[in-house]
């Protein structure tokens, strides 16, 4: 009898192993699926920008008007600057930097820096039109620069400046800019 009550009771044991190592390979088989289905699946998150209408911003790519808002504010960033503000303009400028892009451009703002932290020389910049590209990630921002030594309005110039960018996942982020030169603009076919 204590046989047959054993043989049993190990049979039960073994069932109740059978059933979880099923329900085990059920669980790791739909967490699979669903880690498949999450990283294919296109993400989408709804911005509220304070202009126009919400943006989505997608996984697949880039809209025309994000890429648009985040160079017009990137812009003004970069291109309005004052011996008071050269640290934060620097800091500003490589939080949105790609990390492969840190070094050149961390290089060519503390050039920067240097020939503008001691004087009294300011610059800003007001945007007359901005161009974009979503499928190369480029944008272009063409406007007036004005440069302000102490209190006076020395100069105020037509400039065009370019931004690249490289979008990851959900992340766009400056790779580098510049002055567009005239040169330049007119091997594009148009006018400087």
């Known amino acids: 009898m204590d046989h047959s009550y054993g043989l049993a009771q190990s049979q039960r044991v073994l069932k109740q192993r059978n059933m979880l190592g099923i329900t085990a390979l059920t669980l790791a088989g739909l967490l699979v699926l669903l ?16 202009l126009r209408s919400p943006l989505t911003v997608s996984s697949s ?4 008007e994000y890429l648009e808002m985040v160079t017009r504010d990137t812009a003004l960033i970069a291109l309005n600057r004052s011996p008071e503000n050269l640290n934060y303009w620097m800091e500003t400028i490589l939080e949105i930097a790609a990390p492969e892009a840190h ?15 001691n004087s ?4 800003y910049f007001t945007i007359g039109a901005i161009r974009v590209d979503p499928d190369t990630l480029t944008s272009e921002v063409s406007g007036t ?19 690249t960018w490289k ?14 030169s005239k040169v330049e603009g007119q091997k594009q076919g148009e006018e400087a």
């Not at 880690?35 to 304070?50: A, M, N, S, Y």
């Not at 790519?61 to 025309?64: A, H, L, P, T």
């Not at 009294?120 to 610059?123: E, G, L």
């Open 35 to 50: 880690l498949i289905f999450g990283f294919t699946r296109d993400r989408e998150i709804v911005l509220q920008p304070v």
């Open 61 to 64: 790519g880039v809209s025309e």
């Open 103 to 117: 070094g050149a451009l961390k290089r060519d703002l503390m050039k920067v820096i240097k020939e503008q932290g």
């Open 120 to 123: 009294s020389i300011s610059q």
């Open 145 to 163: 620069l004005h440069t302000v030594v102490g209190s006076k309005a020395v100069t105020a110039e037509h400039k065009r400046f370019r931004f």
């Open 167 to 180: 979008y990851s996942g959900l992340s766009l982020q400056l790779i580098g800019f510049g002055m567009i």
